[in-house]
């Protein structure tokens, strides 16, 4: 079993930045894939970005050029910066998890994005 804890939602300006955080926790052989999700209102949850255990990184068109992934492989946890946010950008914003062919989900953090 993997335990996902998130954190580093809030409320932001159009423009600002956020950084979210993802730790996962557990009994888990190793993981494979690591990314975000994100489900705005009346809307299907969407692949953000994830990255491969060897470092390859996939980004949803939307966010391309303005946000990063990163993940620190001693500490399970993997990173989203956030920059020039925009109100489109709002929703929850869920962990994800591949080991050994099994997905697991955060909670999910609310992302904010208004003036």
């Known amino acids: 079993q993997v335990q996902l804890v998130e954190s580093g939602g809030g409320l932001v300006q159009p423009g600002g930045s956020l950084r979210l955080s993802c730790a996962a926790s557990?009994?888990?052989?190793?993981?494979?894939?690591m990314g975000w999700y994100r489900q705005a209102p009346g809307k299907e949850r969407e692949l953000v970005a994830n990255?491969?255990?060897?470092?390859?990184?996939n980004y949803a068109d939307s966010v391309k050029g303005r946000f990063t992934i990163s993940r620190e492989h001693a500490k399970n946890t993997v990173y989203l910066q956030m920059d020039s946010l925009k109100p489109e950008d709002t929703a929850v914003y869920y962990c994800?998890?591949?080991?050994?062919?099994?997905?697991?989900w955060g909670k999910g953090t609310l992302v904010t994005v208004s003036s």
């Open positions: 990255i491969q255990r060897g470092g390859t990184t």
């Open positions: 557990g009994s888990f052989f190793s993981i494979n894939l």
């Open positions: 994800n998890v591949l080991s050994l062919g099994v997905n697991y």
